[in-house]
């Protein structure tokens, strides 16, 4: 049977993708080449220094004095990984209940395909979709960067443009779980969007909360770390934590698909 | 009849060779809701078996059961001599399969879809034309552009095109006009000449009639009778509409063999018929007659005949 279930869902995603590359790209360049009326701005350097320490905790350490500092503060400490975690958690939620909710389940499923196969088939599409996106982002800080000497090798732009890709696998992998365990697209959604929320907050607000300090390293947020990988430390055990826990959530899937009554 | 009656009905007695469809006190529950209760069905090799209840009565949990797309609460179901579970892919290989609410994808052409599940099946080289052309389904139209008729023959031909040893079908004529239904009897009929056993449900009895060797009658959860389509048919009774030139003397169809209950109102008699007509329509040749209006029993006038003030399934 060849991989017949990936080809389907790249072919289902192939004009959702279009349309997230063009706004991921777009946004990509745009903050890109915003960066020499910044850098040459010294008041907009002091008004981020001036903000509260907790509101500056909340929108990105900002530094805007550097390149690095700039494109982590506008781009990767809240707005890209948000949008590549909507794109995986749409994904993760949609691959199964999708097809019950349109009824298409019961003819894919009376075939001699698995359940596993096909949900290992479409993860597998799913991680290629934002593998492609992470592509798209490469590319577009690259072209972008260029034109404004940003001055970023593009050794860490595609480190940085993969650290995004790897953050978002594990909240799409549970929307994947929840879906396949409760056969509830809304309840994916959702559920994984309150815990994508609770990890970035933990993540942002625990180095000003005394109690919360020590969890986190919890949070998946940690380990994408988009301030050093931009400098040029990508940490080799963060990128293990985040695919391992993204295999962990889509294994249970597995577990959990396996267990119950499809849907019609 | 009684419970055990229809027990002794429902069981034939096994025989070495593997049924095409076993089930053992299978049953299904929704949380507060029983969708199936206590199923114990067998159908042989190469037979043609209608499926019969109404909306609701609980055919499409059984077929849902038997491919493993649902699991039971209690119970087993053996397909072809495998475990419809642990061996689901074994069976589903073997298995033609018509969902009773059929969605395909509606972005693809009808060929493309045909392709798709080919593949799925290892079978690339699959060729859904001469099926296609049998039903006179265009396969090159996307999905969304064709009615609930053609893609329910879309529905067939992925369900035929293996030739697989044990069809599936759940309301297999819905949507079909009349001179497709024809051409899909006939390919009911010829699979069940190269021995392959076809399993089809309806909440119309006039549906499986035609076509099938033995029914199961289904209702709220329960298999309530199998039994011969012929013998089921001599037992239910119909109600027969006689219009006449003139009214015929009273007590004129009293008596008369088969006839179980006589109105007449002036020129017209409405009879209540069990079995052969044939003494109805001797007799009402001694008469004018204008019109006769046969009407056929449906599903819950068979249900209400057989158990009326008996145990009712219940």
Same mark, same amino acid.
């Given at each position: 049977m060849g991989a017949s279930v990936l080809a389907h869902t790249l072919r289902e995603r192939r004009r959702g993708l279009l349309g997230w590359s063009a706004g991921v790209a777009a946004f990509a360049a745009l903050i890109a080449v915003y960066w020499p009326s910044v850098r040459d701005s010294p008041d907009l350097q002091s008004f981020t220094r001036d903000l509260p320490e907790a509101m500056r905790a909340l929108i990105g350490e900002g530094d805007y004095s550097t390149a690095a500092g700039f494109l982590n503060a506008e781009l990767f400490a809240f707005m890209m990984p948000l949008l590549f975690l909507i794109c995986a958690i749409g994904i993760g939620a949609g691959a199964v209940t999708r097809e019950e909710e349109r009824g298409t389940i019961d003819l894919l499923l009376s075939t001699p395909l698995t359940r596993r196969r096909m949900l290992v088939e479409k993860a597998l599409g799913g991680v290629l979709v934002l593998l492609a996106l992470g592509v798209v982002l490469f590319v577009a800080l690259l072209l972008g960067g260029a034109a404004v000497e940003l001055g970023i090798p593009a050794s860490r732009l595609a480190a940085i443009s993969l650290a995004v890709v790897l953050v978002a696998l594990p909240f799409g992998a549970l929307a994947l779980l929840v879906s396949c365990a409760t056969g509830s697209h809304g309840l994916a959604l959702g559920l994984t969007s309150a815990a994508a929320v609770s990890a970035y907050m933990l993540n942002a607000l625990a180095p000003l909360i005394g109690s919360l300090e020590r969890w986190q390293d919890a949070s998946p947020f940690a380990w994408y770390a988009s301030g050093d990988v931009l400098a040029g430390r990508l940490t080799l055990a963060h990128v293990a934590l985040l695919i391992g826990t993204a295999l962990a959530l889509a294994a249970a899937a597995v577990v959990a698909l396996e267990r119950r009554d499809l849907r019609t | 009849m009684t419970a055990t009656a229809l027990q002794a009905r429902i069981s034939t007695p096994a025989t070495s060779f593997p049924a095409a469809i076993e089930t053992q006190a299978l049953g299904k529950r929704y949380g507060r809701h029983t969708a199936l209760v206590d199923l114990d069905l067998r159908v042989e090799r190469g037979e043609v078996f209608g499926f019969i209840g109404p909306n609701g009565a609980g055919k499409t949990t059984t077929i849902r059961l038997l491919l493993d797309l649902i699991r039971p609460t209690v119970g087993e179901a053996r397909v072809l001599g495998l475990d419809a579970r642990r061996d689901g892919v074994e069976v589903r290989r073997r298995v033609g399969y018509l969902p009773g609410d059929l969605a395909l994808y509606e972005d693809m052409t009808a060929a493309r879809q045909l392709a798709f599940l080919a593949r799925l099946r290892g079978m690339p080289e699959l060729d859904p034309r001469p099926l296609a052309e049998r039903l006179a389904l265009d396969l090159h139209r996307p999905v969304k552009a064709l009615s609930r008729g053609n893609k329910q023959k879309v529905g067939l031909v992925q369900a035929f095109m293996h030739d697989p040893e044990l069809l599936i079908l759940d309301e297999p004529t819905t949507g079909l006009d009349p001179l497709i239904q024809h051409e899909f009897a006939a390919m009911v009929g010829e699979a069940r000449e190269r021995g392959r056993t076809v399993f089809l449900s309806s909440h119309v009895l006039?549906?499986? !009639?035609?076509?099938? &060797?033995? @029914?199961?009658?289904?209702?709220?959860?329960?298999? @309530?009778? *199998?039994?011969? *389509?012929?013998?089921?048919?001599?037992? %239910?009774?119909?109600?027969? !509409?006689?219009?006449?030139?003139?009214?015929?003397?009273?007590?004129?169809?009293?008596? %008369?063999?088969? @006839? &179980?209950? *006589? !109105?007449?109102?002036g020129d017209r008699v409405t009879l209540t018929v069990s079995g052969p007509v044939d003494a109805v329509i001797k007799r009402a040749a001694a008469f004018r007659t204008l019109t006769l209006t046969s009407h056929e029993p449906d599903l819950e006038d068979i249900f209400l005949q057989l158990y009326e003030g008996g145990p009712d399934g219940r």
């Open positions: - | 006039g549906d499986v !009639e035609r076509l099938a &060797d033995r @029914v199961g009658l289904l209702r709220a959860g329960r298999l @309530v009778l *199998v039994d011969d *389509v012929g013998a089921l048919k001599a037992r %239910v009774t119909r109600r027969i !509409e006689l219009h006449f030139a003139d009214p015929p003397p009273a007590g004129a169809f009293a008596g %008369v063999a088969g @006839v &179980d209950a *006589v !109105e007449q109102a």
